[in-house]
């Protein structure tokens, strides 16, 4: 399974907290890349629910990642 910004962009709008199932439908549904589907599908745990995409991918990068600090440098 891997992830990129853009697949998991897909899932921004999914209805949070889903199951497996729930996001395979709204990923099918919304006509995501099979990528997306696939990846969803590599998921072992049917019964877990999922709160946000970084549940299921640990290195998504946070709102913070994005924005450059002048003050920092």
């Not at 729930?22 to 890349?33: K, Q, V």
Request: aromatic content about 16%; overall charge negative; glycine content about 2%.
């Amino acid at each position: 399974m891997y992830w990129t910004l853009e697949l998991a962009s897909k899932l921004e709008d999914a209805p949070w907290p889903a199951t497996k199932e729930e996001l395979l439908d709204y990923a099918i549904r919304t006509g995501a890349p099979m990528e997306v589907i696939e990846n969803l599908q590599d998921i072992e745990d049917e019964e877990e629910v999922y709160d946000s995409i970084e549940d299921l991918w640990e290195d998504y990068p946070s709102k913070e990642d994005f924005f450059f600090d002048e003050e920092e440098y």
